[in-house]
């Protein structure tokens, strides 16, 4: 096969285009000497390297570059739209004939259909950080370096064998039995020997092997941080998307972006950028106000679209935030009534979930259909999206003040620096951005207060939890209890708590791996890292541990004794019954159990239940079927049904939704932390 003669010219050409396009949004918001340089340098290199491998349409484009940029470099003035729109027509241009150079020879010809805009690329995981890649190819070099001192020490190894030898031999009996003869300063001479040699052995290979473990675990943690890709690789496309679309429909809009130093795989970074550009467009095109309208009510004239990268536990969120006039919620509802998503009173029912029957898809309030809008389309891709990572959507409103949508997908891995802690013999790390301080603690300084445990900090009382208590341990002794330090941690909506710990172990940057599905861990744990000897390491979900102290807090209150809320489990087979009747027990639920549907049915109409768990596949009536009974009884409408079954299809879970389930979950990809989740949200205890 010959060899592919672009193979190195497409790695520089979409390094140096990547930083083309972030450029020239830069010189955007203001020109300096030091971006122009940059990109007038960029725009030569790309220039030769495209001459070199005979691609003159290429070259001729980042020589238009050049030409563009050349009188910005002395003069300092202020860059235009026009010239900026030029600019990124260009690097277009660049992108599209790169695409073509990846067109397999028996494809069409990428002229017949041209690339517009390289904003729809997904991250290219084959980047990798120089920085990275040097520290790796560094700590390589340092092991064969120690890998030499360890054959000096070997060497020692062997003198010290030459030395024993030696004098095993003179104390050998001679065969009369006596040894031979030698004096005592002969022999007080080699034992000195024989002791300096393993001292000095022992010196040069622990040390050697000491030097050689760590370079190890940091080249295997660099090697680990090169699979993951910055979460900022997406956004200058997203910025692009924003920049293009707002003009297009009368509008202005800045974006900003926070979180990009988020460490994730490539792979999910490339899936959920498609849903991205989707909301950013959809808040420009829906949310953000005509400059007029704007003026009209009091707000700057410049609409915001932000996006947000953040960690929740083992989770990653995707926010796209406007400050836009929110979603019409009537608007809505009427869409959804001429659809016959809505029953007949429903597009007056205040009870009715609108924003739900919105991210389901297929609706749209725009009056025409635009490039940006008009189909309905543009939520599905984002729904599809969690689908297929796993993940959910959830959106939040206010008229007037802007709207907020938010994509949560699970990780694989992840990359985040931590406080390394130790409580009771546990290794923990906790994300370093959440913590705001760590506290050594005095006798006194835990408060008992009506609200339960607190430390004071920055003059408010915080409630405090030991670690040991938080998972579930028991404590070991006035030494162990975490109670010597604390680390104060911000969890979600600024909540603030103390976590007592037994000392603290430094920072460090850690991968993050998912815990095994099957796993029966407490909420505050977010996955786990390997330590310094390859054993997993706790890794703690800030949200959790907050809300853990808060709530253990409230729990030390005198209060009455609510009432546990009573689920009906209804399946044929025993093993599903009794493991989900055991997880729910020990979540404090009461459980009766039913072995088919005609006697869940039975059951429901004897009794008041808080909510029914229903298997799909069963003899006689099966779940779509209890459910849709249930929908339609007046006393039993009300409560709510999750479905739980092999069946994963999506056929299966629009039949179980439009039946009327709370919930779906597959079994194969079962996970009782987000069951007991579900269940805590639908009954509210």
Excluded at 514 to 539: H, Y
Excluded at 553 to 566: G, K
Excluded at 608 to 631: A, I, N, Q, S, W
Aim: aromatic share 2%.
């Amino acid at each position: 096969m010959a060899r592919d003669p672009y193979e190195y010219f497409r790695i520089e050409a979409r390094e140096i285009l990547d930083g083309l396009g972030r450029g020239v949004l830069e010189l955007e918001k203001g020109a300096t000497p030091e971006v122009t340089a940059r990109l007038l340098r960029l725009a030569h290199t790309l220039k030769g390297a495209a001459r070199v491998v005979r691609q003159p349409r290429i070259a001729e484009h980042a020589h238009a570059i050049e030409e563009a940029l050349a009188p910005l470099r002395d003069s300092g003035e202020a860059v235009g739209r026009d010239l900026v729109d030029r600019l990124l027509a260009l690097t277009d241009a660049i992108a599209a004939g790169l695409a073509a150079l990846d067109a397999p020879p028996a494809a069409p010809s990428a002229s017949s259909h041209p690339k517009t805009s390289s904003v729809d690329e997904p991250p290219r995981p084959a980047r990798v950080d120089a920085a990275e890649l040097d520290a790796l190819l560094d700590g390589m070099t340092e092991v064969g370096v120690q890998l030499h001192v360890l054959r000096r020490g070997a060497d020692a190894v062997q003198q010290v064998r030459r030395v024993t030898e030696t004098l095993v031999e003179h104390l050998a009996l001679r065969p009369g039995g006596e040894s031979a003869p030698m004096s005592p300063a002969k022999l007080r001479a080699l034992a000195d020997e024989l002791r300096g040699l393993v001292a000095g052995a022992e010196r040069q290979l622990s040390g050697a092997v000491e030097h050689t473990d760590r370079e190890l675990r940091e080249a295997r943690d660099a090697a680990e941080r090169l699979r993951l890709v910055p979460a900022s690789v997406l956004f200058t496309p997203l910025e692009r998307v924003a920049r293009d679309t707002a003009p297009s429909l009368g509008k202005e809009a800045v974006f900003v972006a926070h979180g990009g130093d988020t460490r994730l795989e490539a792979s999910v970074l490339g899936v959920v950028q498609g849903a991205l550009i989707q909301l950013v467009r959809n808040a420009i095109a829906h949310g953000i106000e005509t400059t007029a309208d704007r003026s009209r009510v009091g707000k700057p004239l410049e609409g915001r679209v932000e996006i947000a990268v953040t960690r929740r536990g083992n989770r990653v969120a995707f926010s796209c935030r406007d400050d836009g006039r929110g979603i019409d919620l009537d608007a809505v509802r009427g869409a959804a009534a001429r659809r016959g998503l809505l029953p007949e009173d429903g597009a007056r029912r205040a009870g009715v979930d609108v924003l739900g029957l919105l991210l389901k898809g297929g609706l749209t309030t725009a009056a025409a259909v635009t490039q940006a809008a008009g189909r309905g389309i543009g939520l599905d891709v984002v729904r599809e999206v969690a689908a297929r990572l796993g993940g959910e959507v959830t959106a939040e409103t206010e008229a007037g003040r802007g709207t907020v949508v938010t994509l949560v997908v699970p990780l694989s891995l992840s990359a985040l620096d931590a406080l390394l802690v130790e409580s009771d013999g546990v290794s923990a790390a906790i994300p370093l951005s959440a913590v705001r301080q760590a506290i050594r603690l005095i006798p006194g300084d835990i408060a008992r207060t009506p609200e339960g445990e607190s430390v004071v900090h920055e003059g408010k009382m915080i409630p405090f939890v030991p670690l040991w208590r938080s998972l579930g341990q028991k404590a070991r002794g006035a030494q162990a209890d975490g109670r010597r330090s604390a680390v104060v941690i911000e969890g979600s909506n600024g909540v603030c708590a103390a976590v007592g710990i037994g000392r603290l172990r430094g920072i460090a940057n850690i991968v993050v791996r998912p815990l095994p599905g099957m796993t029966p861990v407490v909420s505050i744990v977010a996955g786990a890292a390997l330590d310094a000897d390859g054993k997993p390491r706790l890794v703690l979900d800030p949200a959790g541990l907050a809300s853990d102290a808060l709530g253990r807090a409230r729990l030390d209150q005198p209060q009455e004794a609510e009432a546990p809320a009573v689920v009906l489990v209804i399946d044929d087979s025993l093993t599903t019954r009794m493991m989900e009747r055991s997880i729910l027990e020990s979540a404090g639920y009461e459980v009766e159990l039913a072995t088919s549907a005609e006697e869940g049915m039975a059951k429901a109409r004897a009794r008041r239940y808080d909510l029914f768990l229903v298997d799909v596949e069963m003899p006689g009536m099966d779940g779509f079927t209890f459910v849709e009974r249930t929908r339609a009884e007046p006393g039993l409408r009300d409560v709510p049904a999750i479905l739980v079954t092999s069946r994963g299809a999506p056929e299966d879970r629009r039949r179980g939704m439009e039946a009327g389930a709370s919930g779906y979950i597959v079994k194969g990809d079962f996970d009782q932390n987000a069951l007991l989740a579900t269940i805590h949200r639908l009954v509210g205890r």
